[in-house]
């Protein structure tokens, strides 16, 4: 089982639409969530980082976060072309180690 | 802010010299660097941390004498690659982070071609 798990996708909305994107964690202990946004040939860029159950928003982003289901997820609304990019889910677990999933390549089409 | 750069953003080296590769803190004391690693397609992986006048901890795999890691000050990390091969053609990253805090700060990376 990978420590920090997404779907490849690509994950495709229209522009203006709501982007849903998850991710799953294996270490029970983790307690520090990051979504960082990484364009192709560029390095990463964080987004939004969240720490305790529940919502957090910032403009047109949202992350969840569920300690009990092990869940993680970024919410984008009002999709711009501009977002289109990968999405990479990072969790620091018991050994404070910064662990990324493989990103989910996100797409919005006009 | 918390601005990270890197030099430089691109290098082309022969098999066999060293290349080194600096990442600085521009807007904030680093007292932690890291050093990643990312192929075609693939995710970051951490090769090593860096903690301000320590030695490196260098990541299962990741060749030490190969990869140089000094992080001097509390605003500057280099990795020197020494010796390099074609396979060590890459996309190197570096990030910070603050004293106590965990999200970590990217630089904009270092595009290596050893021909």
């Known amino acids: 089982q990978k420590e920090v798990e997404q779907n490849s996708g690509p994950l495709s909305v229209p522009e203006g639409a709501i982007a849903s994107l998850n991710c799953t964690y294996s270490d029970r202990g983790s307690q520090s969530f990051f979504w960082y946004r990484q364009y192709s040939g560029k390095s990463p860029e964080l987004i939004m980082f969240i720490y305790s159950n529940g919502d957090k928003e910032d403009g047109r982003f949202t992350a969840q976060l569920n300690k009990a289901s092990q869940y993680v997820s970024l919410l984008i609304r009002d999709s711009q072309p501009s977002d289109s990019a990968t999405y990479l889910c990072?969790?620091?677990?018991?050994?404070?180690?910064?662990?990324f999933g493989t990103g989910t390549r996100l797409q919005v089409t006009l | 802010g918390a601005v990270v750069s890197q030099h430089p953003s691109w290098v082309i080296c022969k098999s066999g010299t060293s290349v080194k590769i600096e990442c600085r803190s521009l807007d904030f004391q680093a007292t932690t660097m890291f050093w990643y690693r990312q192929f075609p397609k693939q995710s970051l992986m951490l090769m090593a941390t860096?903690?301000?006048?320590?030695?490196?901890?260098?990541e299962q795999g990741v060749e030490k004498d190969k990869f140089l890691i000094n992080h001097a000050s509390l605003t500057l990390s280099t990795l020197t690659v020494t010796s390099a091969h074609p396979e060590d053609s890459s996309f190197y990253i570096c990030?910070?982070?603050?004293?106590?805090?965990?999200?970590?700060?990217f630089g904009p990376g270092t595009r290596l071609t050893v021909t």
């Open positions: 990072a969790v620091i677990g018991t050994a404070s180690k910064l662990t």
């Open positions: 860096s903690n301000e006048g320590s030695k490196a901890t260098y």
């Open positions: 990030s910070a982070s603050r004293q106590g805090a965990y999200e970590q700060y």
